[in-house]
């Protein structure tokens, strides 16, 4: 009989299942989005003859109705398209300071700050939540140029129908909500209208114990996504919405002002490309994203071993690529490692024609910023945390400047020939957007794994230069060899903690796509036109 007496508990598990997320293919399109609700909305523009621009801008658009706690008119973002036919192109509509941003309105306390990134603390976390964590709101600048520039001339009404009846309706009351919503109920009580909508009676919205969940209103967005409907988007900087976001944010003592909202535009550039060996080109967004490090680190991939399947030797010299990229990022870029979760969002598209959109779309913390602006329902993001707040730092806060970030939206080509795209991925989850797109592309690309298959592999994350964590359905003697290199930490892939980042694909062979969301994420979901 075994002696108990000194019994050691083994590691908790917050998850005693197998989990599996179906993939959809269909040669009308496909539509993927952490969001099912959202993806449905783009699914119905495909299927209302709507191209992947029109999709991607209808789902973007529902987004704040449906997962506002990822992205929202108040955010920001990057987007690839790529047309068969034609080069990647890039709609940047990437965080940019306030023209009145005051670099002394962020003293320092003389601590370090150890929230989402590890900087230099400021007095009262003001560049973390609250109106002096705005940068400008661009994201429907972005939505905007997309479909003007690629899109087939839906009307708005169209576009923006799906994202309306959402918001009429509300936003689900369900347990994901009630998760979401506590994780920022600290800070979401420090501001009325936040508090009016997320915290009723001082508190999440429960869901019920029994029967279906109910929805809860989510200010005036709906009735913001009407009026830009009726005026027309530019509306938002330079109409009537921009005047009552203007006045909202001057009342709270922002300084994301009329001129900031009137002089905002989303551009386009052609896509940056890496060569993946001497068989695939990725197309980036370059620029302050996470790209430059890619390009670093697929160096280091290149060199690889490949076979039937990532063994110990792949996943080892992976994780050595990722330091040393990492490394130089956090030396030459002015970059803090992250240490806490992003609530970004990422959705692909494909159309029946070939055409692709990779879509990374952010408020950067969970609900941003925290503050709903009361006139409009806009949720605005807390982008001044990207940067620096030391000042004279190679990404310090100054008028106008744009900070680096981690996005990571690509498509992927065979090598030689970029007017035929054959992949869209992308992925959120911050400093762990990297590792999880460069692996979902290396199942892909160099190991032959479905997407399907590719979602449901076990991965590793490097955030940094020092460490590696690991999954531990990852068998043992990867996970030992990955000890052998430095620190490792073993964890679980789940809901909660988010150990690892949401990554979603696209594949087209042939006339058909088949599309896969992030396993672990409760509403993702991947859907089909003419499956």
């Known amino acids: 009989m075994p002696d108990l007496a000194d019994y050691a508990p083994p590691p908790h598990t917050s998850q005693h299942w197998s989990l599996r997320k179906p993939a959809a293919t269909g040669g009308g399109g496909v539509v993927v989005s952490q ?38 008119l108040g955010g920001i973002g990057f987007a690839i398209v790529h047309k068969p036919g034609a080069p990647p192109e890039v709609v940047d509509f990437g965080p940019v300071a306030s023209g009145r941003v005051d670099p002394a309105a ?45 899109g087939t001339g839906m009307g708005l009404d169209r576009l923006l129908g799906p994202a309306i009846a959402l918001a009429r309706r509300g936003l689900p009351q369900d ?45 005036r967005l709906a009735e913001t996504l009407e009026r830009l409907r009726d005026q027309g988007l530019r509306d938002f900087y330079e109409g009537g919405v921009a005047a009552d976001l203007a006045a909202d944010i001057a009342a709270m003592g922002g300084v994301v002002d009329a001129a900031d909202l009137a002089g905002c535009r989303a551009t386009l550039r052609p896509a940056t490309p890496i060569a993946w060996r001497d068989t695939h080109t990725i197309h980036t967004a370059g620029g302050l994203t996470a790209a430059p490090t890619m390009a670093a680190v697929i160096v280091g991939m290149n060199r690889l071993p490949l076979g039937g399947a990532p063994g110990t030797d792949w996943y080892r010299g992976f994780a050595r690529a990722m330091r040393g990229a990492y490394a130089e ?39 941003g910023s925290r503050v709903v602006l009361p006139k409009t329902g806009v949720l605005m993001n807390n982008g001044m945390m990207w940067f620096d707040p030391e000042p004279g730092s190679a990404n310090a806060i100054r008028p106008g400047a744009r900070p680096l970030c981690n996005m990571s939206p690509v498509t ?17 989850g911050g400093r762990r957007i990297l590792a999880s797109v460069l692996q979902m592309l290396a199942f892909s690309l160099d190991f032959g794994m479905a997407p399907g298959e590719a979602a449901h592999w076990p991965r590793i994350d490097v955030s940094g230069p020092d460490g590696v964590t690991a999954d531990r359905r990852l068998e043992a003697d990867i996970l030992a060899g990955l000890g052998q290199d430095g620190a490792l930490e073993v964890v679980e892939h789940a809901v909660l903690p988010v150990n690892f980042a949401c990554p979603n694909l696209i594949l087209r062979e042939g006339r058909a796509a088949t599309g896969i969301s992030d396993a672990m994420s409760p509403w993702s979901a991947a859907l089909a036109a003419g499956a």
Request: contains cysteine; negative net charge.
């Open 412 to 428: 992927v080509s065979r090598a030689g020939d970029d007017t035929n795209p054959l992949i869209a991925a992308g992925a959120s």
């Open 35 to 72: 969001s099912r609700a959202a993806a449905e909305a783009g699914l119905a523009v495909l299927e209302a003859g709507g191209n992947a621009a029109d999709a991607a801008v209808a789902a973007a658009f529902a987004l704040p109705a449906v997962e506002p706690w990822n992205s929202g």
């Open 329 to 367: 990022r956090l030396a030459g870029l002015g970059a803090a490692k992250e240490t806490a979760e992003t609530c970004t969002t990422h959705l692909t598209v494909c159309d029946r024609d070939g055409m692709m959109v990779s879509v990374t779309t952010t408020l950067l913390s969970s609900m």
């Open 106 to 150: 962020y003293p320092l306390t003389g601590k370090w700050k150890q929230d989402l990134f590890a900087w230099p603390e400021v007095v009262g976390d003001v560049n973390i939540h609250g109106p002096l964590s705005f940068v400008i709101p661009s994201a429907v600048a972005g939505y905007d140029l997309l479909r003007e520039r690629f």
């Open 175 to 219: 347990w994901f909500t009630l998760l979401k919503v506590s994780s920022s109920a600290r800070v979401l009580r420090l501001y009325e209208e936040s508090a009016r909508i997320y915290l009723p009676d001082g508190l999440p919205p429960n869901p019920p114990y029994q029967g279906a969940p109910g929805f809860f209103p989510l200010g």
